[in-house]
């Protein structure tokens, strides 16, 4: 327990993904700083040893005025295993990052921790997700899934000018047939939204539901099949949304266009940006490559 004079922390962030290469590669690859260009931050500084530092800047690095731009490594042990420390709000927090062998591939699990409660509104949980999602993407398909632009991302800073929506897009592999069918078939999407038993009866307002009632989408208002699905979602006690996902085809590929829209005020769409940044680097590895690989054991309620 915190002392007196000490902030509460907010639970372990603990997420695993695995990645269909071995050990070594992945080692090699994730402390590659010319790979990191292409997950971790637009331009990279390193020494990866222990005492040294990762440092990761541009338009799509994790860091802002709450969230500082460099990793400072205190423990490494080559192929297995990096102990790092992370400034979040002024705290030093920690976090370990473990390469596992597996019989088809490697496990990355990160733990990251004690986070100060001020931070709850940075939705780090969600961070990590599109960055070992990324991570993955550029691992085995060769190209990052969906970079999170981090350039007005200042969540603790809201002012009425801020977007009152949501728009975020990715590009998948395959016709608009497959990703509307990950979209809309129950077991295939729990595999990118994390839901054990979504229901979904696909016509115009049947039930849409990935989690409990009152926890996300709610209806069908719109669904033609293989371009275009829109739901309306509720989040406990927010105002009614509305959530449209085009399938636009390009070539032999298609643009997955998501837009959030219908919040009230800019306050409201606080983690639904980097949240849906999640979701969409799911769906990619998804529709790519038959599965997400990432598994996350902790949320921040």
Same mark, same amino acid.
């Given at each position: 327990?915190?002392? +007196?004079?000490?902030?509460?922390?907010?639970?372990?962030?603990? %997420?695993?993904?695995? %990645?269909?290469?071995?050990?070594?590669?992945?080692? *090699?690859?994730?402390?590659?700083?010319? =790979?990191?260009?292409?997950?971790?931050?637009?331009?990279?500084?390193?020494?990866?040893?222990?005492?040294?530092?990762?440092?990761?800047?541009?338009? +799509?690095?994790?860091? *802002?005025?709450?969230?500082?731009d460099t990793w400072t490594i205190t423990e490494f @042990?080559?192929?297995?295993?990096?102990? /790092?420390?992370?400034?979040?709000?002024?705290?030093?927090?920690?976090?370990?990052? =473990?390469?596992?062998?597996?019989?088809?591939?490697?496990?990355?699990?990160?733990?990251?921790?004690? %986070?100060?409660?001020?931070?709850?509104?940075?939705?780090?949980?969600?961070?990590?997700?599109?960055?070992?999602?990324?991570?993955?993407?550029?691992?085995?398909? #060769?190209?990052?899934?969906? =970079?999170?632009?981090?350039?007005?991302?200042?969540?603790?800073?809201?002012?009425?000018?801020?977007?009152?929506?949501?728009?975020?897009?990715?590009?998948?592999?395959?016709?608009?047939?497959?990703?509307?069918?990950?979209?809309? *078939?129950?077991?295939?999407?729990?595999?990118?939204? =994390?839901?054990?038993?979504?229901?979904?009866?696909?016509?115009?307002? #049947?039930i849409y539901t990935w989690w409990a009632e009152g926890? #996300?989408?709610?209806?069908?208002?719109?669904?033609?099949?293989?371009?275009?699905?829109?739901?309306?979602?509720?989040?406990?006690?927010? @105002?009614?949304?509305?959530? *449209?996902?085009?399938?636009?085809?390009?070539?032999?590929?298609?643009?997955?266009?998501?837009?959030?829209?219908?919040?009230?005020?800019?306050?409201? %769409?606080?983690?639904?940006?980097?949240?849906?940044?999640?979701?969409? @680097?799911?769906?990619?590895?998804? /529709?790519?490559?038959?599965? @997400?690989?990432?598994?996350?054991?902790?949320?921040?309620?």
């Amino acid at each position: 327990m915190p002392g +007196n004079d000490e902030e509460p922390v907010l639970p372990v962030v603990r %997420i695993t993904a695995h %990645i269909s290469k071995p050990v070594p590669e992945v080692w *090699n690859t994730f402390l590659d700083p010319v =790979r990191m260009v292409q997950w971790l931050g637009n331009e990279i500084t390193s020494d990866t040893k222990k005492g040294g530092f990762i440092t990761f800047r541009g338009k +799509n690095a994790p860091t *802002n005025s709450e969230i500082e731009d460099t990793w400072t490594i205190t423990e490494f @042990s080559q192929n297995k295993a990096i102990l /790092c420390s992370w400034s979040i709000m002024g705290v030093e927090t920690l976090f370990v990052l =473990r390469f596992s062998e597996l019989a088809k591939g490697t496990l990355i699990e990160v733990k990251h921790g004690a %986070i100060p409660l001020s931070a709850s509104r940075l939705y780090l949980p969600e961070h990590w997700n599109v960055l070992l999602a990324n991570f993955k993407s550029v691992t085995e398909l #060769g190209e990052p899934a969906v =970079r999170f632009d981090y350039s007005d991302y200042r969540p603790l800073r809201i002012t009425r000018y801020d977007p009152k929506e949501v728009r975020q897009s990715v590009l998948i592999r395959a016709p608009p047939s497959l990703p509307f069918d990950v979209w809309t *078939n129950p077991e295939k999407l729990r595999h990118f939204v =994390r839901a054990p038993k979504p229901k979904v009866d696909p016509q115009y307002a #049947g039930i849409y539901t990935w989690w409990a009632e009152g926890r #996300g989408p709610v209806l069908f208002r719109k669904l033609v099949p293989d371009k275009e699905i829109e739901f309306s979602w509720v989040y406990e006690d927010e @105002s009614e949304t509305i959530v *449209n996902v085009r399938f636009d085809p390009a070539e032999d590929y298609t643009v997955v266009n998501l837009h959030h829209h219908d919040f009230r005020q800019p306050e409201d %769409i606080v983690g639904y940006d980097i949240g849906w940044t999640s979701v969409l @680097s799911e769906l990619k590895l998804v /529709c790519e490559l038959g599965e @997400s690989g990432i598994m996350r054991y902790s949320d921040w309620k």
